[in-house]
């Protein structure tokens, strides 16, 4: 019989770490640089650009390290899945050692960084491995490690790990890193103001003027200028970029429970099958660890969250017996950006800017690329020499003609959503087919609207066109929000902005009579 276990519906990162409180500007501000984002690339470039002598304003739409950040699985490691062959493939040798080269520097400077700064983060040295157990993927498999081996990781293939089931093969990257994310980020935003940086909370930026200097305007009516802005926004908020045809959003479940510390995994892994499963453990108390498990990778507004819960919430039980006897357990989610090359983009917004930058398309490995992405930014902001891969991940890049089929799904995709969701009348028939607790999109006085009824059966209704381009929303069952299909969007039911690129609230719509 299974057992019964108390589930905190949390991050374990943002349930063991204390709030924050940084102000809300109530007065026009000026700064030498602006950055747009308080995740682990906003705040690491804020350093360092502060460490550079620059006046550095950090702007957080809610509240810093408590987005994409605060719901990481926090493995720091240069080993991204089975991606060496193909950069090396598609891009050539240099390009993958210059991919490789990047992320182990963002590996060190991270450990670095907790030296110099004192930070106590759970830094935990582990080894990286990307496994299958499918035999007919063995030479997929060599072939990785080979790469991965050519582009200078310490990579090998293994037949043997110590995961509580049989793989065919796997890479192993020695020398990576786990962590906690909020540990590391809330002590470095105190560095940050201690050095002379200011952060501003509860600060949601909705206007980007570019030109020779830069203006941005924010929700509370603040204005803040300055010379060089950075959207560190995870998913670009503005749309000038047209970054939004390159990317798609994608979402992954993570649940968490504490096991006993001698049976705990000593490494991380991850495979591409089953939907994507990933695994490590974290510091927990006395005699345990927490054993992390992430998976069923799908798009926001796909439905169907709370059985891609069950899902993998049965293969942990099924595949790691120790985790099936935990009495207690974490759940959360966590959002990435895919590029349709496979490489973010960190560097100048577009052609036509010289003071707008951006840093995006992480593909689910954000704690290093948020590190690299610190150094390229503040070498094109501080000036200094520039990192060799600066062309690498240069946003302005022209797409090759590969990739122009990725780039078509990417926007065959949001047009499916644009124009298909609209074809339905309804999603439910009225306001009776929506259980308490529970919300779906209805046709009401003509015009489709987000309605959520809570459990007292009290209905809130939104219009249902995501503020960004336009979309639909749809409803996530498990964690009770409306999301956009097209471009990643995230409201709270009463349609306040949860996660961008949309900068404004769902719209209100006449509430409507309580159905009998």
């Known amino acids: 019989m299974t057992p019964q276990r108390e589930t905190v519906d949390e991050s374990y990162w943002m349930a063991t770490t204390p709030g924050t409180g940084y102000p809300t500007p109530d007065t ?48 720091l490691t240069a080993a991204h899945g089975l991606v060496y062959a193909g950069i090396e493939a598609k891009h050539g040798a240099d390009d993958a050692r210059l991919y490789a080269l990047s992320q182990q520097e963002a590996v060190e400077r991270t450990a670095a ?19 299958v157990q499918d035999p007919g993927r063995v030479d997929e498999v060599k072939q990785e490690a080979a790469a991965a ?10 037949t043997e790990t110590e995961l509580p089931f049989d793989i065919a093969g796997g890479v192993r990257v020695d020398g990576q890193l786990q962590f906690h994310p909020r540990k590391f980020l809330l002590a470095l935003a105190e560095n940050i103001t201690r050095a002379g ?41 503005f749309d000038r970029t047209l970054l939004f045809t390159r990317i798609k959003p994608r979402r992954e479940l993570v649940i968490a429970a504490p096991v006993p510390s001698d049976t ?50 049965s293969w942990a039980r099924e595949h790691l017996p120790h985790f099936a006897e935990a009495d207690s357990a974490y759940r959360w989610a966590a959002q990435d950006n895919d590029s349709a090359d496979h490489l ?17 398309g992480f593909g689910g490995w954000g704690m290093s ?5 610190a150094r390229l930014l503040t070498a094109h902001i501080a000036g200094g020499p520039r990192p060799a891969w600066t062309d690498l991940y240069d946003p302005r890049r022209l797409p090759p003609i590969r990739d122009a089929g990725q780039i078509a799904s990417y926007q065959a995709s949001a047009a499916k959503h644009f124009v298909g969701d609209r074809l339905h009348t309804s999603h439910v028939d009225s306001l009776t087919d929506i259980p308490p607790g529970s919300g779906a999109v ?35 069952d498990a964690e009770r929000v409306w999301e956009c299909p097209c471009h990643g969007s995230r409201f709270a039911t009463d349609g306040s902005v949860l996660h961008g690129p949309a900068t404004h609230p769902l719209e209100p719509r006449e509430t409507p009579d309580p159905p009998a």
Not at 33 to 52: E, F, H, K, Q
């Open 344 to 360: 973010p983009y960190v560097g100048h917004a577009h052609p036509g800017t010289q003071h707008v930058f951006v840093a995006t």
């Open 264 to 313: 705990a995994l000593t490494g991380m892994y991850i495979t591409p099958e089953h939907g994507t499963r990933s695994l490590r453990s974290a510091p927990y108390d006395a005699g345990r660890r927490l054993l992390v498990v992430t998976g069923e990778s799908f798009e926001p507004g796909a439905g169907g969250v709370r059985e891609r819960f069950d899902r993998l919430d």
């Open 197 to 237: 940086g200011r952060i501003f909370e509860r600060t949601r930026v909705t206007g980007l003027h570019d030109g020779a200097r830069c203006r941005l305007t924010t929700e509370s009516g603040a204005t803040i200028r300055t010379r060089d802005a950075v959207v560190a926004t995870h998913y670009p908020v």
């Open 149 to 158: 081996h050519r582009a200078g990781l310490d990579a090998s293939f293994v």
């Open 113 to 131: 960084l907790c030296t110099e700064l004192g930070i106590d983060a759970d830094l935990e040295q582990a080894p990286a491995v990307t496994y």
């Open 442 to 476: 209805v046709r009401l006085h003509g015009k489709r609207c987000a309605v959520y009824r809570d459990e007292s059966g009290h209905a809130t209704a939104l219009s249902a066109r995501c503020t960004h381009l336009g979309c639909l929303v749809q409803f996530n």
């Open 369 to 373: 690329n948020g590190v690299m992405a």
């Open 28 to 75: 026009d501000l000026t700064a030498e640089v602006a950055v747009v984002g308080g995740g682990i690339a906003g705040l690491c470039t804020a350093w360092d650009l502060v460490r550079a002598g620059l006046d550095v304003v950090v702007l957080e739409a809610d509240r810093i390290a408590a987005g994409v950040s605060g719901y990481t699985t926090a493995k």
